[in-house]
T-cell receptor
Framework: DTGVSQDPRHKITKRGQNVTFRCDPI?????LYWYRQTLGQGPEFLTY????????KSRLLSDRFSAERPKGSFSTLEIQRTEQGDSAMYLC??????????????FGPGTRLTVT | AQSVSQHNHHVILSEAASLELGCNYS??????LFWYVQYPGQHLQLLLK??????LVKGIKGFEAEFIKSKFSFNLRKPSVQWSDTAEYFC????????????FGKGTMLLVSP
């Protein structure tokens, strides 16, 4: 399967714990995005990378959230001191962009986080 | 800031009925428009997209959408739905400003009864 993959698919954690999610984009894609989706809502943008550079962060991304893409390939999203409000599906997407023009984003299956 | 409004949260149709899902966006500049679908237990998949050119775009599985710039709308249509079209449908907009952030609507859950 050459699509976007995410790991783990499900994560249950206790409030106050730290969690880290991983996303592997489609191999030739230079952009990688993180979204969060809660029940009854569409995905909400969190942050995105072009290669290894983090270009934009949503105001939804509090100081407890950090994302990295150290070598321009896979990315990690860490949530520190989790809160019950962090319970959501965390989606990763990737795309290949040339000449500054956006292209379609391909989504992974998501990581469902439950904070108890 | 851009926003997307989907008119219906839930739609129930019988097989062979025609479908139209409404989508309106608010952004004054040039936009890219998308419809994504999420089948039960699966991840988001692109149905169709509009970047420029012919405002009537055709996607997979017989879906099409029409971009009406004056109405800031990008409605999704299918002349005859099938049970397998049961899914959640999301309209999304991306302001063509060099940034890649997609803004999604809240989604429309379509249930097609056989």
């Amino acid at each position: 399967d050459t699509g976007v993959s995410q790991d783990p698919r499900h994560k249950i954690t206790k409030r106050g714990q730290n969690v880290t999610f991983r996303c592997d984009p489609i191999s030739e894609h230079n952009r990688l995005y993180w979204y969060r989706q809660t029940l009854g809502q569409g995905p909400e943008f969190l942050t995105y990378f072009q290669n290894e550079a983090q270009l934009e962060k949503s105001r939804l991304l509090s100081d407890r959230f950090s994302a990295e893409r150290p070598k321009g390939s896979f990315s990690t999203l860490e949530i520190q001191r989790t809160e019950q409000g962090d319970s959501a599906m965390y989606l990763c997407a990737s795309s290949f962009v040339t000449s500054g023009r956006d292209d379609e984003q391909y989504f992974g299956p998501g990581t469902r986080l439950t904070v108890t | 800031a851009q926003s997307v409004s989907q008119h219906n949260h839930h739609v129930i149709l019988s097989e062979a009925a025609s479908l139209e899902l409404g989508c309106n966006y608010s952004y004054g500049g040039t936009v890219n428009l998308f419809w994504y679908v999420q089948y039960p237990g699966q991840h988001l998949q692109l149905l169709l997209k509009y970047f420029s050119g012919d405002p009537l775009v055709k996607g997979i599985k017989g879906f099409e959408a029409e971009f009406i710039k004056s109405k800031f709308s990008f409605n999704l249509r299918k002349p005859s739905v099938q049970w397998s079209d049961t899914a959640e449908y999301f309209c999304a907009v991306n302001a063509w400003s060099g940034y890649s952030t997609l803004t999604f609507g809240k989604g429309t859950m379509l249930l097609v009864s056989p």
